[in-house]
Protein backbone atom coordinates (compact mmCIF):
# COMPACT_ATOMS: atom_id res chain seq x y z
CA UNK A 1 0.00 0.00 0.00
CA UNK A 2 1.39 3.32 -0.58
CA UNK A 3 2.56 5.29 2.19
CA UNK A 4 3.76 2.03 4.00
CA UNK A 5 7.38 1.91 4.47
CA UNK A 6 9.17 -1.60 3.37
CA UNK A 7 9.87 -2.60 7.00
CA UNK A 8 6.32 -2.29 7.71
CA UNK A 9 5.00 -4.83 4.69
CA UNK A 10 7.67 -7.35 4.96
CA UNK A 11 6.55 -10.39 6.69
CA UNK A 12 8.50 -13.45 6.82
CA UNK A 13 6.39 -16.78 7.59
CA UNK A 14 8.36 -19.92 6.39
CA UNK A 15 8.20 -22.17 9.68
CA UNK A 16 11.04 -23.17 12.17
CA UNK A 17 11.71 -26.88 12.73
CA UNK A 18 10.99 -28.10 16.08
CA UNK A 19 13.95 -31.16 15.48
CA UNK A 20 17.28 -29.21 15.86
CA UNK A 21 19.67 -30.43 17.72
CA UNK A 22 22.21 -29.20 20.21
CA UNK A 23 20.17 -26.71 21.43
CA UNK A 24 21.26 -26.09 25.20
CA UNK A 25 18.30 -25.73 27.47
CA UNK A 26 17.40 -22.49 28.95
CA UNK A 27 16.04 -21.30 32.21
CA UNK A 28 13.31 -19.05 31.23
CA UNK A 29 11.53 -16.28 33.47
CA UNK A 30 8.84 -14.65 32.00
CA UNK A 31 7.26 -11.41 33.51
CA UNK A 32 4.27 -9.61 33.19
CA UNK A 33 4.13 -5.72 33.56
CA UNK A 34 2.71 -3.68 35.73
CA UNK A 35 -0.39 -1.88 35.08
CA UNK A 36 -1.63 1.99 34.68
CA UNK A 37 -5.01 2.84 35.08
CA UNK A 38 -6.29 6.53 35.99
CA UNK A 39 -8.48 5.77 39.74
CA UNK A 40 -8.49 1.88 40.36
CA UNK A 41 -7.90 -1.25 38.28
CA UNK A 42 -10.53 -1.96 35.67
CA UNK A 43 -9.63 -5.34 35.21
CA UNK A 44 -6.72 -7.88 34.99
CA UNK A 45 -5.37 -9.62 31.60
CA UNK A 46 -4.67 -13.18 31.71
CA UNK A 47 -1.46 -13.04 29.29
CA UNK A 48 -1.88 -14.84 26.73
CA UNK A 49 1.31 -13.47 24.69
CA UNK A 50 3.27 -14.85 27.56
CA UNK A 51 1.42 -17.92 27.69
CA UNK A 52 1.75 -18.30 23.74
CA UNK A 53 5.77 -17.43 23.77
CA UNK A 54 6.28 -19.61 26.92
CA UNK A 55 4.62 -22.52 25.53
CA UNK A 56 6.20 -22.42 21.75
CA UNK A 57 9.40 -21.91 24.09
CA UNK A 58 9.38 -25.28 25.89
CA UNK A 59 8.89 -27.16 22.81
CA UNK A 60 12.74 -26.61 22.08
CA UNK A 61 13.52 -28.48 25.61
CA UNK A 62 13.49 -24.70 27.71
CA UNK A 63 12.12 -24.33 31.07
CA UNK A 64 9.66 -21.53 32.40
CA UNK A 65 11.74 -21.50 35.72
CA UNK A 66 9.60 -18.65 36.79
CA UNK A 67 5.87 -16.45 35.89
CA UNK A 68 5.60 -13.49 37.34
CA UNK A 69 2.49 -11.48 37.37
CA UNK A 70 2.70 -8.21 39.43
CA UNK A 71 -1.09 -7.88 39.64
CA UNK A 72 -2.12 -11.38 41.34
CA UNK A 73 -2.75 -12.61 44.94
CA UNK A 74 -3.19 -8.66 45.78
CA UNK A 75 -1.09 -7.50 43.75
CA UNK A 76 -3.73 -5.17 42.42
CA UNK A 77 -4.59 -3.68 45.83
CA UNK A 78 -0.76 -1.55 45.45
CA UNK A 79 -1.25 1.84 44.12
CA UNK A 80 1.33 4.43 43.16
CA UNK A 81 0.36 7.93 41.08
CA UNK A 82 2.61 8.35 38.19
CA UNK A 83 2.79 11.99 37.03
CA UNK A 84 3.60 12.81 33.23
CA UNK A 85 4.50 16.06 31.91
CA UNK A 86 0.62 16.72 31.05
CA UNK A 87 -1.29 14.01 32.69
CA UNK A 88 -1.30 11.63 35.66
CA UNK A 89 -2.34 8.37 36.35
CA UNK A 90 -1.63 5.33 38.61
CA UNK A 91 0.86 1.88 38.64
CA UNK A 92 -0.89 -0.92 40.00
CA UNK A 93 0.99 -3.98 40.91
CA UNK A 94 3.25 -5.36 43.40
CA UNK A 95 6.58 -3.02 43.84
CA UNK A 96 9.61 -3.38 41.62
CA UNK A 97 11.25 -4.75 44.11
CA UNK A 98 9.12 -7.62 44.77
CA UNK A 99 9.55 -8.50 41.29
CA UNK A 100 13.02 -8.79 41.01
CA UNK A 101 13.18 -10.37 44.30
CA UNK A 102 10.85 -13.13 42.36
CA UNK A 103 13.44 -13.72 39.75
CA UNK A 104 15.48 -16.67 39.83
CA UNK A 105 19.03 -16.07 40.80
CA UNK A 106 20.55 -19.12 38.23
CA UNK A 107 17.73 -17.80 35.51
CA UNK A 108 19.49 -17.41 31.96
CA UNK A 109 16.78 -15.09 30.34
CA UNK A 110 14.43 -13.21 31.44
CA UNK A 111 11.28 -11.96 28.85
CA UNK A 112 8.87 -8.85 29.78
CA UNK A 113 5.35 -8.07 28.03
CA UNK A 114 4.24 -4.38 27.22
CA UNK A 115 1.14 -4.68 26.19
CA UNK A 116 0.12 -0.87 25.49
CA UNK A 117 1.93 2.18 24.94
CA UNK A 118 1.24 3.48 28.47
CA UNK A 119 3.35 0.72 29.61
CA UNK A 120 6.64 2.14 29.38
CA UNK A 121 5.81 4.42 32.02
CA UNK A 122 6.05 1.29 34.66
CA UNK A 123 8.57 -0.86 32.17
CA UNK A 124 11.46 1.48 32.16
CA UNK A 125 11.97 1.55 36.16
CA UNK A 126 11.62 -1.94 36.49
CA UNK A 127 13.90 -3.06 33.31
CA UNK A 128 16.65 -0.69 35.21
CA UNK A 129 16.02 -2.42 38.33
CA UNK A 130 16.35 -5.96 36.80
CA UNK A 131 19.54 -4.91 34.92
CA UNK A 132 20.71 -3.62 38.32
CA UNK A 133 20.89 -7.12 40.01
CA UNK A 134 21.31 -9.20 36.89
CA UNK A 135 23.64 -7.45 35.00
CA UNK A 136 24.72 -10.55 32.65
CA UNK A 137 20.91 -11.67 32.04
CA UNK A 138 19.60 -10.82 29.17
CA UNK A 139 16.08 -8.80 29.34
CA UNK A 140 13.88 -9.25 26.41
CA UNK A 141 10.86 -7.33 25.70
CA UNK A 142 7.78 -7.88 23.84
CA UNK A 143 4.46 -6.61 22.79
CA UNK A 144 2.96 -4.25 20.84
CA UNK A 145 5.30 -0.85 22.94
CA UNK A 146 8.50 -2.48 21.44
CA UNK A 147 6.50 -3.30 18.14
CA UNK A 148 5.63 0.08 17.39
CA UNK A 149 8.41 2.14 19.62
CA UNK A 150 11.52 -0.82 19.18
CA UNK A 151 13.64 2.20 19.93
CA UNK A 152 12.66 4.31 22.02
CA UNK A 153 12.06 1.24 24.34
CA UNK A 154 15.58 -0.16 23.76
CA UNK A 155 17.22 3.24 24.68
CA UNK A 156 14.97 4.10 27.90
CA UNK A 157 14.44 0.86 29.35
CA UNK A 158 18.13 -0.06 29.20
CA UNK A 159 16.96 -3.90 27.81
CA UNK A 160 19.13 -6.05 25.86
CA UNK A 161 16.58 -7.11 23.11
CA UNK A 162 13.32 -6.27 22.31
CA UNK A 163 11.17 -8.19 19.37
CA UNK A 164 9.41 -6.30 16.75
CA UNK A 165 5.81 -8.46 15.68
CA UNK A 166 4.91 -11.74 17.07
CA UNK A 167 7.32 -13.20 19.66
CA UNK A 168 7.22 -16.96 19.07
CA UNK A 169 9.92 -17.82 16.74
CA UNK A 170 11.76 -14.57 18.07
CA UNK A 171 12.28 -15.50 21.81
CA UNK A 172 12.60 -19.49 20.72
CA UNK A 173 15.38 -19.08 18.29
CA UNK A 174 16.97 -16.18 20.74
CA UNK A 175 17.08 -19.16 23.71
CA UNK A 176 17.89 -21.67 20.46
CA UNK A 177 21.52 -19.59 20.74
CA UNK A 178 21.01 -18.32 16.71
CA UNK A 179 22.98 -15.43 15.87
CA UNK A 180 21.01 -12.40 16.57
CA UNK A 181 21.68 -10.63 13.35
CA UNK A 182 19.91 -13.43 11.61
CA UNK A 183 16.84 -13.02 13.47
CA UNK A 184 14.00 -10.64 12.05
CA UNK A 185 12.39 -8.41 14.14
CA UNK A 186 15.28 -7.45 16.91
CA UNK A 187 16.75 -4.51 18.12
CA UNK A 188 19.45 -5.06 19.98
CA UNK A 189 22.76 -3.71 21.34
CA UNK A 190 25.64 -5.31 19.79
CA UNK A 191 29.07 -5.75 21.97
CA UNK A 192 30.70 -2.65 20.82
CA UNK A 193 27.50 -0.54 22.14
CA UNK A 194 26.12 0.13 19.05
CA UNK A 195 22.38 -0.45 17.81
CA UNK A 196 21.52 -3.22 15.29
CA UNK A 197 17.58 -3.06 13.88
CA UNK A 198 16.54 -5.87 11.95
CA UNK A 199 14.97 -4.07 8.90
CA UNK A 200 11.88 -7.10 9.15
CA UNK A 201 9.41 -8.15 11.55
CA UNK A 202 9.97 -11.15 13.30
CA UNK A 203 8.64 -14.40 11.81
CA UNK A 204 5.32 -15.55 11.79
CA UNK A 205 4.20 -18.94 11.45
CA UNK A 206 1.67 -19.76 8.71
CA UNK A 207 -0.03 -22.44 10.91
CA UNK A 208 -0.92 -21.00 13.91
CA UNK A 209 -1.43 -24.39 15.42
CA UNK A 210 2.46 -25.34 15.69
CA UNK A 211 2.05 -23.26 18.84
CA UNK A 212 1.03 -25.01 22.01
CA UNK A 213 -1.99 -23.80 23.84
CA UNK A 214 -0.46 -20.90 25.49
CA UNK A 215 0.90 -22.32 28.80
CA UNK A 216 -2.08 -23.83 30.67
CA UNK A 217 0.90 -25.57 32.53
CA UNK A 218 2.53 -22.33 34.02
CA UNK A 219 -0.08 -19.76 33.92
CA UNK A 220 -1.53 -19.89 37.52
CA UNK A 221 -5.31 -19.86 35.67
CA UNK A 222 -7.06 -20.63 38.99
CA UNK A 223 -6.41 -17.07 39.56
CA UNK A 224 -6.68 -15.25 36.09
CA UNK A 225 -10.44 -17.14 35.44
CA UNK A 226 -11.89 -14.96 38.04
CA UNK A 227 -11.45 -11.49 36.62
CA UNK A 228 -12.13 -11.27 33.14
CA UNK A 229 -9.81 -8.64 30.82
CA UNK A 230 -12.92 -6.88 30.41
CA UNK A 231 -13.58 -5.95 34.14
CA UNK A 232 -16.02 -9.31 34.76
CA UNK A 233 -15.66 -10.66 38.31
CA UNK A 234 -19.06 -12.39 38.88
CA UNK A 235 -18.41 -15.05 36.04
CA UNK A 236 -15.22 -17.47 34.97
CA UNK A 237 -14.31 -16.72 32.18
CA UNK A 238 -11.40 -17.97 30.12
CA UNK A 239 -9.41 -14.97 27.85
CA UNK A 240 -9.03 -16.82 24.09
CA UNK A 241 -8.16 -15.90 20.85
CA UNK A 242 -9.89 -18.66 17.89
CA UNK A 243 -7.27 -16.39 14.99
CA UNK A 244 -4.93 -13.99 14.85
CA UNK A 245 -4.77 -10.68 13.13
CA UNK A 246 -6.93 -9.00 10.47
CA UNK A 247 -6.10 -8.41 6.91
CA UNK A 248 -7.57 -4.79 6.69
CA UNK A 249 -5.70 -1.51 7.47
CA UNK A 250 -7.47 0.29 9.36
CA UNK A 251 -5.29 3.80 9.76
CA UNK A 252 -6.78 4.03 13.17
CA UNK A 253 -5.52 0.51 13.95
CA UNK A 254 -2.44 -0.81 15.31
CA UNK A 255 -2.56 -4.41 13.50
CA UNK A 256 -1.48 -3.26 10.59
CA UNK A 257 1.86 -2.06 12.02
CA UNK A 258 2.25 -5.40 13.94
CA UNK A 259 1.72 -6.78 10.52
CA UNK A 260 -0.01 -9.77 11.81
CA UNK A 261 -1.78 -11.87 8.88
CA UNK A 262 -4.96 -13.72 9.87
CA UNK A 263 -5.04 -17.42 10.43
CA UNK A 264 -6.83 -18.96 12.20
CA UNK A 265 -6.90 -22.00 14.66
CA UNK A 266 -8.33 -25.24 13.59
CA UNK A 267 -11.92 -25.46 15.48
CA UNK A 268 -10.63 -28.55 16.81
CA UNK A 269 -8.34 -26.49 18.56
CA UNK A 270 -10.36 -24.04 19.84
CA UNK A 271 -12.96 -26.63 21.07
CA UNK A 272 -10.38 -28.28 23.27
CA UNK A 273 -9.52 -25.52 24.86
CA UNK A 274 -13.25 -24.51 25.92
CA UNK A 275 -13.91 -28.14 26.96
CA UNK A 276 -10.31 -28.06 29.00
CA UNK A 277 -11.41 -25.02 30.99
CA UNK A 278 -14.56 -25.58 31.41
CA UNK A 279 -13.55 -28.95 33.14
CA UNK A 280 -10.56 -27.95 35.03
CA UNK A 281 -11.14 -24.66 36.15
CA UNK A 282 -15.00 -24.28 36.29
CA UNK A 283 -15.33 -21.36 33.15
CA UNK A 284 -18.65 -20.32 32.25
CA UNK A 285 -17.58 -17.22 30.27
CA UNK A 286 -15.61 -17.40 27.08
CA UNK A 287 -14.45 -14.12 26.21
CA UNK A 288 -12.90 -13.69 22.47
CA UNK A 289 -9.84 -11.54 21.69
CA UNK A 290 -9.91 -12.50 18.59
CA UNK A 291 -9.74 -8.80 16.64
CA UNK A 292 -11.69 -10.73 13.22
CA UNK A 293 -13.83 -14.11 14.59
CA UNK A 294 -16.40 -13.74 11.71
CA UNK A 295 -13.76 -13.34 8.92
CA UNK A 296 -14.50 -16.71 7.82
CA UNK A 297 -17.73 -18.06 8.54
CA UNK A 298 -17.36 -21.69 8.63
CA UNK A 299 -15.28 -21.63 11.42
CA UNK A 300 -17.02 -19.11 13.12
CA UNK A 301 -20.20 -21.24 12.53
CA UNK A 302 -18.50 -24.73 14.05
CA UNK A 303 -17.08 -22.99 17.30
CA UNK A 304 -20.79 -21.44 17.95
CA UNK A 305 -22.45 -24.17 17.37
CA UNK A 306 -20.40 -26.18 20.36
CA UNK A 307 -21.05 -23.78 22.21
CA UNK A 308 -24.48 -24.00 21.32
CA UNK A 309 -24.27 -27.75 22.08
CA UNK A 310 -22.63 -27.44 25.13
CA UNK A 311 -25.35 -24.73 26.70
CA UNK A 312 -27.95 -27.30 24.87
CA UNK A 313 -26.82 -29.86 27.48
CA UNK A 314 -27.32 -28.07 29.99
CA UNK A 315 -23.37 -26.60 30.85
CA UNK A 316 -24.37 -22.88 31.91
CA UNK A 317 -21.70 -21.31 29.67
CA UNK A 318 -21.63 -17.81 27.69
CA UNK A 319 -19.34 -16.11 25.35
CA UNK A 320 -18.77 -12.37 24.27
CA UNK A 321 -16.81 -10.48 21.47
CA UNK A 322 -15.69 -7.50 23.13
CA UNK A 323 -13.35 -6.39 20.02
CA UNK A 324 -16.63 -6.30 18.26
CA UNK A 325 -17.30 -8.72 15.01
CA UNK A 326 -16.83 -7.56 11.28
CA UNK A 327 -19.87 -6.06 10.11
CA UNK A 328 -19.15 -7.24 6.03
CA UNK A 329 -18.44 -10.69 7.21
CA UNK A 330 -21.79 -11.52 9.03
CA UNK A 331 -24.73 -13.17 8.52
CA UNK A 332 -28.15 -13.89 9.41
CA UNK A 333 -27.07 -17.38 10.50
CA UNK A 334 -24.15 -16.14 12.71
CA UNK A 335 -26.11 -13.68 14.24
CA UNK A 336 -28.78 -16.19 15.14
CA UNK A 337 -25.76 -18.80 16.30
CA UNK A 338 -24.57 -16.15 18.33
CA UNK A 339 -27.83 -15.83 20.66
CA UNK A 340 -28.28 -19.49 20.56
CA UNK A 341 -24.28 -20.18 22.02
CA UNK A 342 -25.07 -16.93 24.80
CA UNK A 343 -23.84 -14.05 23.02
CA UNK A 344 -23.83 -11.80 26.01
CA UNK A 345 -23.04 -8.38 23.70
CA UNK A 346 -22.52 -8.01 20.58
CA UNK A 347 -20.50 -4.97 19.51
CA UNK A 348 -20.83 -3.63 15.80
CA UNK A 349 -17.76 -1.52 15.06
CA UNK A 350 -19.58 1.26 12.38
CA UNK A 351 -17.28 3.88 13.16
CA UNK A 352 -18.77 6.50 11.95
CA UNK A 353 -22.50 7.87 9.83
CA UNK A 354 -20.82 9.01 6.92
CA UNK A 355 -19.30 7.32 4.27
CA UNK A 356 -16.60 10.11 3.57
CA UNK A 357 -15.26 9.88 7.20
CA UNK A 358 -15.36 6.28 7.01
CA UNK A 359 -13.02 6.61 3.50
CA UNK A 360 -10.74 8.90 5.53
CA UNK A 361 -10.50 5.99 8.01
CA UNK A 362 -9.29 3.19 4.82
CA UNK A 363 -12.53 1.45 6.32
CA UNK A 364 -13.13 -1.90 4.13
CA UNK A 365 -15.31 -1.45 1.40
CA UNK A 366 -16.42 1.72 2.85
CA UNK A 367 -19.16 2.93 0.72
CA UNK A 368 -21.48 -0.33 1.11
CA UNK A 369 -20.40 0.09 5.14
CA UNK A 370 -23.68 1.99 6.89
CA UNK A 371 -25.67 -0.12 4.31
CA UNK A 372 -24.44 -3.01 6.07
CA UNK A 373 -24.50 -2.22 8.92
CA UNK A 374 -27.72 -1.30 9.07
CA UNK A 375 -28.77 -4.96 7.44
CA UNK A 376 -26.60 -6.42 10.20
CA UNK A 377 -27.70 -4.88 12.90
CA UNK A 378 -31.19 -5.97 12.28
CA UNK A 379 -30.65 -9.41 11.84
CA UNK A 380 -28.60 -9.19 15.30
CA UNK A 381 -32.35 -7.57 16.61
CA UNK A 382 -34.25 -9.95 15.16
CA UNK A 383 -32.09 -12.67 16.73
CA UNK A 384 -32.41 -11.19 19.89
CA UNK A 385 -29.18 -10.49 20.63
CA UNK A 386 -27.79 -7.08 23.23
CA UNK A 387 -26.65 -4.79 20.56
CA UNK A 388 -24.12 -1.61 21.17
CA UNK A 389 -22.39 -0.07 18.01
CA UNK A 390 -18.54 1.33 18.47
CA UNK A 391 -18.30 5.13 16.83
CA UNK A 392 -14.95 6.87 17.00
CA UNK A 393 -15.64 10.52 17.31
CA UNK A 394 -13.98 13.17 15.98
CA UNK A 395 -11.74 11.62 13.42
CA UNK A 396 -9.32 13.75 12.08
CA UNK A 397 -9.19 12.19 8.97
CA UNK A 398 -6.32 10.15 6.94
CA UNK A 399 -4.70 9.04 3.58
CA UNK A 400 -6.70 8.06 1.07
CA UNK A 401 -6.70 4.70 -0.61
CA UNK A 402 -5.24 4.29 -4.07
CA UNK A 403 -8.99 3.31 -5.22
CA UNK A 404 -10.09 6.80 -4.66
CA UNK A 405 -6.53 8.44 -5.21
CA UNK A 406 -7.25 7.59 -8.90
CA UNK A 407 -10.84 8.41 -9.14
CA UNK A 408 -11.42 11.66 -10.75
CA UNK A 409 -14.94 12.00 -9.84
CA UNK A 410 -14.77 11.31 -6.31
CA UNK A 411 -11.75 13.70 -6.19
CA UNK A 412 -13.78 16.41 -8.12
CA UNK A 413 -17.03 16.04 -5.67
CA UNK A 414 -14.95 16.06 -2.13
CA UNK A 415 -12.63 18.51 -3.21
CA UNK A 416 -13.29 21.21 -0.25
CA UNK A 417 -12.09 17.91 2.39
CA UNK A 418 -8.47 17.17 0.10
CA UNK A 419 -5.08 18.39 1.84
CA UNK A 420 -2.08 17.29 -0.61
CA UNK A 421 1.36 16.55 0.02
CA UNK A 422 3.52 15.83 -3.06
CA UNK A 423 1.78 12.98 -4.69
CA UNK A 424 -0.06 12.14 -1.56
CA UNK A 425 -3.76 13.13 -0.77
CA UNK A 426 -5.60 13.42 2.24
CA UNK A 427 -9.21 13.51 3.25
CA UNK A 428 -10.38 15.62 6.54
CA UNK A 429 -12.38 13.71 8.65
CA UNK A 430 -15.83 14.71 10.98
CA UNK A 431 -16.15 17.93 10.72
CA UNK A 432 -19.82 19.32 12.26
CA UNK A 433 -22.02 18.35 9.54
CA UNK A 434 -20.36 14.88 9.65
CA UNK A 435 -21.01 14.54 13.46
CA UNK A 436 -24.63 15.18 12.67
CA UNK A 437 -25.02 12.93 10.32
CA UNK A 438 -23.39 10.26 12.22
CA UNK A 439 -26.21 11.04 15.13
CA UNK A 440 -28.94 10.98 12.57
CA UNK A 441 -27.53 7.20 11.79
CA UNK A 442 -27.20 6.51 15.31
CA UNK A 443 -30.69 7.42 15.52
CA UNK A 444 -31.47 4.91 12.80
CA UNK A 445 -29.85 2.16 14.90
CA UNK A 446 -31.92 2.69 18.01
CA UNK A 447 -35.31 3.12 15.87
CA UNK A 448 -34.16 -0.67 14.51
CA UNK A 449 -33.95 -1.73 18.60
CA UNK A 450 -30.26 -1.59 19.06
CA UNK A 451 -29.85 -0.97 22.81
CA UNK A 452 -26.65 0.84 23.10
CA UNK A 453 -23.95 3.07 21.34
CA UNK A 454 -20.55 2.99 22.44
CA UNK A 455 -18.46 6.46 21.48
CA UNK A 456 -14.52 6.18 21.76
CA UNK A 457 -12.43 9.55 20.79
CA UNK A 458 -9.94 9.18 17.60
CA UNK A 459 -6.69 8.19 19.82
CA UNK A 460 -3.32 8.39 17.45
CA UNK A 461 -1.62 5.27 19.11
CA UNK A 462 2.16 5.40 18.38
CA UNK A 463 3.04 3.31 15.15
CA UNK A 464 -0.52 3.42 13.38
CA UNK A 465 -1.12 5.75 10.20
CA UNK A 466 -3.29 7.74 12.22
CA UNK A 467 -0.46 8.86 14.24
CA UNK A 468 2.18 9.50 10.64
CA UNK A 469 -0.87 11.93 9.33
CA UNK A 470 -1.64 13.35 12.31
CA UNK A 471 2.39 14.67 13.07
CA UNK A 472 2.68 15.24 9.27
CA UNK A 473 -0.01 17.77 9.29
CA UNK A 474 0.18 19.09 13.30
CA UNK A 475 -2.72 18.00 14.76
CA UNK A 476 -0.73 16.60 17.62
CA UNK A 477 -1.79 18.55 20.77
CA UNK A 478 1.90 17.17 22.58
CA UNK A 479 4.48 16.68 20.29
CA UNK A 480 6.38 14.77 22.59
CA UNK A 481 4.32 12.01 22.32
CA UNK A 482 6.45 10.03 25.09
CA UNK A 483 5.40 11.64 27.63
CA UNK A 484 1.59 11.74 26.75
CA UNK A 485 -1.15 9.22 27.96
CA UNK A 486 -2.76 6.91 24.98
CA UNK A 487 -5.10 4.78 26.91
CA UNK A 488 -8.04 7.31 27.17
CA UNK A 489 -10.05 5.67 29.79
CA UNK A 490 -14.17 5.77 29.96
CA UNK A 491 -13.42 6.35 33.68
CA UNK A 492 -11.87 9.18 33.11
CA UNK A 493 -12.43 11.20 29.79
CA UNK A 494 -11.53 15.03 30.04
CA UNK A 495 -10.94 17.41 27.37
CA UNK A 496 -7.45 17.53 28.47
CA UNK A 497 -6.87 13.67 27.47
CA UNK A 498 -7.52 14.15 23.92
CA UNK A 499 -4.56 14.33 22.01
CA UNK A 500 -5.98 15.46 18.55
CA UNK A 501 -6.83 19.16 17.21
CA UNK A 502 -7.50 19.77 13.78
CA UNK A 503 -8.87 23.23 12.38
CA UNK A 504 -12.58 21.82 12.33
CA UNK A 505 -12.21 19.78 15.70
CA UNK A 506 -10.45 21.08 18.33
CA UNK A 507 -9.88 19.00 21.30
CA UNK A 508 -12.91 20.55 23.43
CA UNK A 509 -15.21 19.92 20.59
CA UNK A 510 -14.22 16.44 19.88
CA UNK A 511 -14.54 16.40 23.70
CA UNK A 512 -17.81 17.83 23.70
CA UNK A 513 -19.34 15.59 20.47
CA UNK A 514 -18.10 12.11 22.69
CA UNK A 515 -20.29 13.93 25.74
CA UNK A 516 -23.13 14.78 23.62
CA UNK A 517 -22.80 10.74 22.26
CA UNK A 518 -22.56 9.52 25.98
CA UNK A 519 -25.84 11.78 26.76
CA UNK A 520 -28.06 11.34 23.85
CA UNK A 521 -28.02 7.01 24.16
CA UNK A 522 -28.02 4.39 26.43
CA UNK A 523 -23.92 3.58 26.13
CA UNK A 524 -22.04 -0.14 26.97
CA UNK A 525 -18.62 -0.85 27.16
CA UNK A 526 -16.69 -3.92 28.39
CA UNK A 527 -18.63 -5.91 30.76
CA UNK A 528 -18.22 -4.74 34.18
CA UNK A 529 -20.38 -7.29 36.34
CA UNK A 530 -18.74 -7.71 40.47
CA UNK A 531 -19.83 -10.35 42.52
CA UNK A 532 -22.48 -8.26 44.45
CA UNK A 533 -24.52 -7.42 40.84
CA UNK A 534 -24.01 -10.41 38.89
CA UNK A 535 -26.64 -9.65 36.77
CA UNK A 536 -26.03 -6.13 35.66
CA UNK A 537 -26.33 -5.15 32.04
CA UNK A 538 -22.91 -5.46 29.77
CA UNK A 539 -20.96 -2.52 30.64
CA UNK A 540 -22.35 0.52 32.80
CA UNK A 541 -24.23 3.18 31.27
CA UNK A 542 -22.89 6.90 30.70
CA UNK A 543 -19.47 5.10 30.73
CA UNK A 544 -19.01 4.96 34.87
CA UNK A 545 -16.80 1.96 36.62
Known amino acids: MEGKSMEKMNLITKDVSLTRKNITPKKVTLIACPWTFYEEVEFISQQLGLGYVGAYAQQFGHKIQAYIDPMLNGGAEFKVPINTKYQHTNRFGFPDEWIVSQIPSDTDIIG?????????????PLVKKIKAKFPNTPVVIGGVLPTTLPMQVLTGSGADIVVKGEGEVAFSRILNDDPLESIPGLVFRKSDGTIFEAKLRSQQLKTVDMIPPPGYDFRPMEEYVKWSPRGNKADRTLSLISSRGCPFTCEFCSIPEKGQLWRPFT????????????????????????????????????????????????????CSFPNGVMIDKMSRELAILMKEAGTEIAYLPVESGDTRVLISMDKPVAEKHLAQALEVAEWCVDAKLFVSCFFITAYPGGRLNPRF??????????????????????????????????LEFCRKLKNLGVQGITPLIATPYPGTELYEVCEKFDWLRYKDEQDVLTTVSYAAVTADRVQISTPWCSHEEAFKRWQIMMDMFPTYHNVRKNENDPNLMPGNKKGQP
Open 267 to 318: PERVLDEIKMAIEKWGVNHIEFEDDNFTLKEPRALTVLEYIRDLRNKGHDVF
Open 405 to 438: KANKKFLEKHKKYLLYDGEDIFMRGEDEESFEIT
Open 112 to 124: INAPFTDSRLVLY
